[in-house]
């Protein structure tokens, strides 16, 4: 009777455990699916948008009224932005990438900066119809390029995710035609000295130039578990440490620990001059709030402080569903330095940190000269819309579309039943930057 339940219960518990294996399974499974998915569409979309880039600089250069060529260079930069935010979307962390990044961002500064100007006043000159040429015959290259890979992956039916896993155990193999693809494209981007381009192509070697800010020795590969540990107290299970590929402008370890117990899986990257955090993920359920949005900021700030970032004010708060979202920002001088900032993603069940970015800070942060305000408070005043009801104001520097640190005032103010914040040139006057602030959700339940 006794042995008759025992293989009833043993029974049981290995059926239990095959369905929760293959359930677990299926799970797997659905992830990298919708992973495969992002990246193919990621990826065919770059190809289409390069394809549009490649048009749309030639149909610039067969313009002659300057009333259809500054819409053609809009065209330009809002094509180059989106295809710099496909690159951004593929599994291409490993594999430096970083030559044809600063390619589409150099044609996004050119277009951007040309357009916004006066062109009945100051014409494009020889010199820029010139790079216009340039950049027409550069970004045929990476189209044809682009095209060939695509033509490979549709023929072949290849898959992203097999070269995520071949870039994160170091094994590039030569047969892999994706990985050889865009090495090749890499390499025909290189081929062009940047002394080619315009001294405006700017933007992105001063973001990988804000590195070299980062002070400490160069840590190794042993010295990184107890840099998680402090950064990530009590965390526990595998660990995998990657170096990331050679030649990117920022060297850093990507670590992953898997933590069967807790159900839980981090994610992060770590610097590998001075060992700084750039980013973290914690994967957890996050259950009901037992603390409140304020508890939180105050557990948010006390990290920052316990991980040796100082002079960092809060500005912006929000909660979505049980998580508290938060931007810190540098105060120097009592100037908001809004390119310092840090985000921050806070659990409401237990108050600890489940999301860290501070990217922008590790890029832009360093001691600044803040220069003199050349007019006052109420000037700059002036040149905002009379309709908006003025509540805060206060100095800040920003980054503006051109890439450039700028001194503004800043001010908070409602119209009507929004918020908004301005940015307004501390110099001369100019709006750089205009903010409709997100109003609380209503609930529509109760509507």
């Known amino acids: 009777m006794i042995r008759g339940i025992l293989i009833a219960i043993l029974t049981i518990g290995v059926v239990g455990t095959a369905y929760w294996g293959y359930k677990e399974h299926q799970e797997k499974n659905a992830v990298l699916i919708h992973a495969e998915n992002n990246y193919q569409r990621a990826f065919h979309d770059l190809t289409y948008q390069v394809d ?72 494009l000159s020889d010199q820029e119809y010139a790079t216009l040429k340039q950049l027409y015959a550069k970004s045929e290259d990476i189209q044809k390029e682009l095209r060939n890979v695509q033509h490979m992956v549709i023929d072949n039916n290849l898959r992203w995710m097999d070269v995520e896993l071949a870039l994160a155990a170091g094994e590039e193999k030569q047969d892999n035609t994706i990985i050889n693809g865009f090495k090749t494209v ?75 117990k807790k159900k839980s899986e981090i994610y992060l990257d770590i610097t590998k001059k001075g060992g700084y955090p750039i ?81 922008d800070y590790l890029a832009s942060h360093r001691k600044r000269e803040i220069p003199k305000a050349k007019l006052s408070t109420d000037e700059a005043k002036g040149f905002v819309n009379p309709n908006l009801m003025v509540q805060e104001d206060r100095l800040a520097i920003i980054t503006n579309e051109l890439g450039e640190e700028v001194l503004c005032y800043e001010f908070l103010g409602t119209m009507e039943n929004d918020t908004y914040r301005i940015f307004v040139n501390a110099e001369d006057g100019s709006e750089e930057k205009v903010e409709k602030l997100d109003n609380s959700e209503p609930i529509y339940q109760e509507i």
């Open 186 to 260: 890499e390499k025909n981007v290189n081929a062009y000295s940047s002394t080619d381009f315009d001294p405006s192509f700017t933007s992105v070697k001063k973001e990988e130039e804000g590195f070299n800010h980062l002070k400490g020795k160069v840590i190794t590969e042993k010295e990184v578990p107890k840099i998680v540990e402090k950064f990530v107290p009590g965390s526990t299970g595998n660990m995998k440490v990657t170096p990331n590929g050679k030649g990117s402008p920022l060297e850093f370890y990507s670590v992953s620990v898997n933590d069967p």
């Open 279 to 359: 980013w973290l993920l914690q994967n957890r359920k996050v259950a009901e709030p037992k603390i409140s949005l304020n508890e939180a900021s105050n557990n948010a700030a006390k990290f920052l402080k316990d991980q040796g970032f100082s002079d960092l004010i809060l500005y912006e708060s929000a909660q979505f569903e049980n998580i508290g979202i938060f931007s810190f920002v540098s105060v120097y001088e009592n100037v908001r330095l809004y390119p310092d900032a840090i985000r921050m993603k806070v659990a409401l069940d237990d108050g600890k940190v489940i999301g860290f970015s501070a990217r």
């Open 52 to 123: 549009q880039l490649h048009d749309k600089i030639g149909a610039t250069l067969a313009m002659n009224s300057r009333k259809s060529l500054s819409p053609g260079l809009v065209e330009v930069w809002r094509i180059t932005s989106e295809a710099h935010s496909d690159v951004g979307q593929l599994p291409l962390t490993l594999l430096p990438f970083n030559k044809t990044e600063e390619f589409l961002a150099s044609i996004s500064d050119f277009s951007y900066r040309t357009a916004v100007r006066d062109l009945d006043k100051e014409p």
